[in-house]
């Protein structure tokens, strides 16, 4: 730091009771020893046995079998989770009825069918997350809903909208293929149906696919192993409320202290006679602070309550707003406190130069963090451990989380915690159990709470390829980073959309992102039918000018932030900023303001920037 950098400082914030240049120092010596050359490939090579995982439904007869579909549709949605189950929803409210919904599952539900591990919770307030609570009249039980619900509410939609019987389970897209001749699109799938299509709409969801780590000996393992997305409760007794007591003589490993562990973690601790925690970056863990609905508050509230709740969510995240703060929970604060987008604050903070609004957010996130770290004193008796348990990098470098037990279960005597930071991650599996810095911890049993794969490439994240005009595949398309219009459609696949988090704006509230694009992509599908078309495209111009558009909105501070996180998914494990493509970022100012211009674009009226044929 130079020396008016730091009269700068000290003129700003005299009382500060900590060194701001020490922490930066200590996040980065943090940061480095966690990059790893291999990035996203260290996730590589976890295929073999354990493959499985990703493709395995504990939850369905594996013996179901039917007969081929023949099918003549308007519209094929591929994947049947909040994603998919929007565009069902918007598609039927919009009259157009000949669709199926074809999903892997045995239900709708994406993420909330595969996770079921105990104390599975959104962390989103279920009074945002949950979606059509003010059409369906559904009252969420608590502020932060518990996996059960969740699924419940899904089926709540389903009924809603009548989709069940549009919907084909336990069927695998294996290839999407466009016929120009007939202008239209055939899905085949793992169970040999016929099936054609004008529209295609793809809502395969961004965390569908398990992540195992590459690590040596991984198939090795003699004992029972599972990923969290596929809790075998058969091995551990029990349900999502606990109860694993068939634990109770068992030594288990768990890898990974991610969003996921810091919910099942408590409940592992708990029953398992011996528990060791891989942990390779702790995790943030704030007061979760759940709360049973005030009814008398629900009852009172006006149609039209959830969107409006929705967008001051988005815009108090986004910091676009300093007014009321209707959800008022651990993540707003964050974003109250800290500004996660500095840059749009700038009005609100008037003569205020770029400079002092970026290290004012710095100071404000040390101050929060620093709150982060004496939280894992007050929780954990053993300074070691504590030690260990605290997160050296800032806020957004990594999903927060919520909870109020997690950081109390290493109290107890058998739970243990094993930091593999020194390493990299765990060093290697064995027939027995786990090595890590040199040590080799036997156990019965692995679980895997590492992740899914939401930076691989897209064609590794979805198994089947769809075939666009001329035999273009869409992977080779988007070879060199995501082309799309909007992040929903691509030139040269007619019809063809897509719902997800490519090049549109991203927001930890996922079903109000989901919901927001499948009105829009139906608004597309919907005008094609109306103006009396067959076939409707992305231009090249258009794809080439949102590309360029988001890359520009990416900008530099974005980039730097990311540059400085120790890695995960959030900088595509420490690759932002070393050579990560910028094409496959997000829409950087946010949900509301993509919201507004794609309701911009509906007004406007022309499908600006797609051609109708
Ligand atoms: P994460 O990707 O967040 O965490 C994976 C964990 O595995 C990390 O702690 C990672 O360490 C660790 N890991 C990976 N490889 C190794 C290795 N070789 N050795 C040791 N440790 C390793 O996965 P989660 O399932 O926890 O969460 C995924 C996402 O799902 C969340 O970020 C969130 O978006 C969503 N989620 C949302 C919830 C909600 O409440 N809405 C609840 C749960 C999940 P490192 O950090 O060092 O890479």
Redesign the pocket.
């Known amino acids: 730091m130079t020396v008016s950098e730091r009269e700068r400082l000290h003129n700003l914030f005299p009382d500060l009771d900590f060194d701001p240049e020490a922490l930066r120092a200590k996040y980065r010596a943090e940061r480095d020893r966690?990059i790893r050359t291999d990035a996203d490939s260290?996730?590589f090579e976890s295929t073999g046995e354990l493959a499985k995982f990703a493709e395995d439904d504990p939850y369905t007869d594996p013996d179901f079998d039917r007969e081929p579909f023949d099918l003549s549709l308007d519209v094929v949605v591929i994947g049947a989770g909040f994603s998919g189950l929007m565009a069902g929803a918007r598609l039927k409210e919009r009259g157009i009825t000949n669709f199926r919904i074809i999903e892997s599952a045995g239900n709708f539900g994406g993420?909330w069918y595969w996770?079921r591990y105990p104390g599975?919770?959104?962390?989103?307030e279920s009074y945002c997350y949950l979606p059509l609570l003010d059409e369906t009249g559904y009252v969420p039980k608590e502020k932060y809903s518990f996996a059960p619900e969740i699924y419940e509410h899904v089926q709540r939609v389903a009924d809603y909208f009548d989709l069940n019987d549009r919907a084909i389970f336990q069927t695998r897209v294996t290839q999407v293929k466009w016929h120009e001749d007939r202008g239209r699109w055939q899905v085949c799938t793992h169970r040999d149906d016929r099936i054609f299509a004008q529209f295609v709409i793809q809502a395969t969801g961004p965390?569908n696919r398990p992540?195992l780590?590459?690590?040596p000996g991984i198939n090795d393992f003699r004992g029972t192993s599972f990923h969290?997305?596929r809790w075998n409760y058969g091995y551990t007794g029990g349900d999502h409320t606990g109860g694993l007591t068939k634990l109770a003589d068992k030594r288990v490993a768990i890898?990974?202290?991610?969003?996921?562990?810091?919910?099942c973690v408590p409940f592992l601790g708990e029953h398992a006679k011996t528990l060791y925690v891989?942990?390779?970056?702790p995790?943030s863990v704030d007061a979760r602070g759940n709360k049973p609905t005030d009814m008398d508050w629900f009852k009172n509230l006006k149609p039209g309550w959830q969107r409006e709740r929705r967008l001051n969510f988005a815009a108090v995240l986004a910091g676009q707003s300093f007014g009321e703060d209707l959800v008022s929970d651990g993540w707003t604060d964050i974003a109250r406190r800290i500004g996660i987008s500095v840059f749009n604050r700038r009005s609100d903070l008037g003569d205020l130069d770029m400079q002092e609004i970026g290290l004012r957010a710095e100071i404000a996130d040390f101050e929060k963090m620093n709150e982060i770290r004496t939280r894992v004193e007050a929780h954990v008796s053993d300074p070691d451990t504590a030690e260990k348990l605290k997160p050296w990098y800032r806020q957004f470098c990594?999903?927060p989380?919520f909870n109020d037990e997690y950081l109390a279960t290493f109290n107890r005597a058998n739970v243990h915690l094993v930091d593999?930071?020194g390493t990299?991650?765990?060093e290697r599996i064995t027939e027995q159990g786990v090595v890590a810095n040199g040590q080799e911890y036997q156990v019965d049993c692995i679980i895997f709470?590492?992740?899914?794969e939401?930076t691989t490439s897209a064609d590794r994240r979805v198994d089947f390829d769809t075939i666009g005009r001329e035999g273009l595949s869409l992977y080779e398309h988007w070879r060199d980073g995501f082309r799309t219009l909007h992040g929903l459609a691509s030139h040269g696949f007619p019809n063809w959309f897509t719902i997800g988090i490519n090049q549109n704006a991203f927001s930890?509230n996922m079903t109000a992102m989901f919901d927001d694009q499948a009105m829009h992509v139906s608004y597309i599908i919907d005008e094609v039918k109306k103006r009396g078309k067959q076939v409707v495209e992305v231009t090249k111009d258009a794809e080439e000018a949102w590309i360029q558009e988001i890359i520009s909105q990416a900008g530099a501070g974005v980039t730097a932030f990311l540059e400085e996180c120790?890695?995960?998914?959030y900088n595509r494990?420490g690759t932002v900023g070393r050579g990560a493509n910028m094409q496959n970022s997000g829409y950087a100012p946010g949900l509301n303001v993509f919201n507004a211009l794609l309701q911009a674009w509906r007004e406007q009226g022309d499908l600006e920037g797609m051609e109708l044929r």
């Open positions: 966690r260290q996730y993420t996770n599975a919770q959104c962390d989103i965390a992540k780590p590459g690590i969290t997305a890898i990974g202290t991610g969003a996921t562990a810091i919910q891989f942990q390779r970056t995790s990594k999903r989380t593999v930071a990299q991650g765990v709470s590492t992740g899914f939401i930890v120790t890695p995960g998914y494990e």
